[in-house]
């Protein structure tokens, strides 16, 4: 089991930034890819970013130019810095990790995040 823990949300002005943490813990070493995923409100959960164990990384298109997902393996953490925030980014963020074991990978609890003026 994989358990990950999300913080850094919190509310912020159109065009300012954030940067997202994950720490992951519990069978660390069968975590490859990881990735953002967020839910805006009366909305689907999309995908953010993702970041492979090898750190090649993707973006949505919303996203590209303006959000970097990172990780630090030596630290178990996950990162997203998000920069030129616009209301339309207002969602609960969460942190997805894959395992061989698992089917689903395994989700963090969420993180707010608000943009607005």
């Known amino acids: 089991q994989v358990q990950l823990v999300e913080s850094g949300g919190g509310l912020v002005q159109p065009g300012g930034s954030l940067r997202l943490s994950c720490a992951a813990s519990?069978?660390?070493?069968?975590?490859?890819?990881m990735g953002w995923y967020r839910r805006p409100p009366y909305n689907e959960r999309e995908l953010v970013a993702t970041?492979?164990?090898?750190?090649?990384?993707n973006y949505s298109d919303s996203v590209k130019g303006r959000f970097t997902i990172s990780r630090d393996n030596t630290k178990n953490t996950l990162y997203l810095q998000m920069n030129g925030l616009k209301p339309t980014d207002t969602a609960v963020y969460y942190c997805?990790?894959?395992?061989?074991?698992?089917?689903?990978?395994?989700w963090g609890q969420g993180t707010q995040v608000t943009v607005r003026s």
């Open positions: 519990g069978n660390i070493f069968s975590i490859e890819d």
């Open positions: 997805h990790a894959t395992a061989p074991n698992s089917l689903l990978g395994f």
């Open positions: 970041i492979t164990r090898g750190n090649s990384t």
